[in-house]
């Protein structure tokens, strides 16, 4: 009888030693919780440039294209990129899908450069989902070109960061709050 009474004590652990235990899991939480938040923001970060990476050689590879068609004005629905349904400004920078051609953008023919340049797997803008990636929107151009540029803005982390994209240049800008 003594003996089973031994075995039953040492089954279990003593308060000590959870009391240890939780202390060393709130240390290490202390220091992990810290570090997982700084990853997601990198996540974030990483997505906007890869993004903003893949919408600059849409823009790059639809001028490439008008280009090796032989084009020298503007033109609409380049065949050989994409959807062949491009449209392109007298200098062969992307403007929009449905025929419009000069580089006055606005937020239509900002979400059509989008979805014509990434396609498939854009992430969603505006006007195509019910929570958007980036929020679709215009500014005055900023190199005193002819038309507005187009801002798309990352949403999932509420930082305003920014993918700019200007039809006059075809240069795309990245600002990452």
């Known amino acids: 009888m003594k003996s089973q009474t031994r075995l039953n004590r040492g089954q279990g652990f003593t308060l000590i030693e959870l009391v240890v235990v939780i202390a060393i899991l709130g240390i290490l939480a202390a220091f992990a919780l810290p570090r997982f938040a700084q990853l997601s923001e990198q996540a974030h970060q990483s997505s906007i440039r890869a993004t903003a990476g893949a919408l600059s050689a849409g823009v790059a590879l639809a001028k490439t294209q008008w280009v090796s068609n032989g084009f020298t004005a503007a033109t609409t629905n380049v065949q050989g990129f994409g959807n062949d349904n491009i449209d392109v400004s007298g200098d062969g920078w992307p403007t929009a899908t449905g025929g419009a051609i000069d580089t006055n953008m606005t937020v239509t023919r900002c979400q059509e ?18 929570s958007p990636d980036y929020a679709v929107s215009v500014q005055p151009d900023g190199d005193a070109g002819q038309g507005p540029d187009c801002v798309y803005t990352y949403q999932p982390d509420g930082q305003g960061s920014t993918i700019v994209y200007d039809a006059d240049t075809g240069e795309v800008t990245t600002t990452i709050n």
Do not use: K, R
């Open 113 to 130: 450069v989008w979805q014509g340049l990434l396609q498939a797997n854009a992430p969603t803008i505006t006007g195509t989902s019910a």
